[in-house]
């Protein structure tokens, strides 16, 4: 049965490569679209409830409009939803990501000047000039230092997720206003060029399951039923969670009791991810 959030089936119309799997009245094979808002949500249909969002720059499918909705398929990580359609424009290649918590994006090459809007870390930017204190984009300028390249992405996940300490919780949340524990999760390994789905549940076969008893590592992943949370070494984890409602640090020993004792269930998976600098743990050697 085929997950319906990545499904880019809208109840009417659906992607050409589902042609034949399910029962749609058209099938098309989608536009490119970026996200022209700092952050847009990505809801279950028009007007529902969040599930995820995207940011500034991101790229999406467009597959259907609908009364100032559009059926979307972001292109991260193949989530499907409705959002606003005047968070939409055309598509425009990105050449750097926003890569500190927060920056803003200006109406002139000055930092008194009037700011346009507020773009999240992970925006993504089109850069066509260099100045002198500012990157040039085709909406305004942004600070030299708050860019980085998408050629040179991120080295450590923990590192990224450290940046977004006392963030507020945001259920479906994915920017640096509010974020839930599977954004913080994907906002980490994206940014380290390693490809994470949206939600907790998707993102326990990332990597390889640890074995038991053994000790954490920077950037493992621990998941109970619905959370997420990143070990920032072997005994602390970094997660946005709805106890402190915030991005926080937390004992590992005391988040698995706190956690017990809500009635929230057991640890039930533990990962190490495989991304470009970190290759999977050497086997065993034979007894």
Known sequence: MMDPRLTPFSGRVAAER?????????????????????????????GGMRDRQLLWGE????????EGWAFVEAARDGYVGWMRAEALAPAREATHRVAVPATHLYESESFKGGDLCHL?????????????????????YVPKPH???????????????QLFFGVPYLWGGNSVLGIDCSGLVQ??????AIPCPGDSDLQQDLGE??????????GDLLFWPGH???AVDD???????????????????????RIRAQGEGEVVARRRIIGPDRPPAPASPPA
């Not at 860019?147 to 997720?161: G, K, N």
């Open 120 to 140: 999240s870390f992970g925006a993504r930017i089109t850069v066509t000039a260099e100045r002198k204190r500012f990157w040039e984009t085709p909406e305004g």
């Open 147 to 161: 860019l980085r390249p998408l050629d040179r992405p991120f080295a450590d996940p923990a590192t990224v997720a």
């Open 18 to 46: 589902l042609r034949g799997l399910v029962p749609a009245e058209r099938f098309v094979p989608g536009e490119r679209r970026r996200i022209a808002l700092p952050v847009a949500d990505l809801r279950r249909q028009p």
């Open 235 to 257: 005994r602390t984890l970094i997660h946005a969670n709805a106890h402190r409602m915030a991005v926080t640090y937390e004992p590992l020993e005391a988040a698995i009791a």
């Open 209 to 218: 399951a640890l074995a038991d008893g053994e000790a954490l590592q920077r």
């Open 187 to 192: 906002a980490a390994l994206l940014a380290c």
């Open 228 to 230: 997420v949370a990143m």
């Open 59 to 66: 790229e999406a499918i467009l597959y259907e409009e609908r």
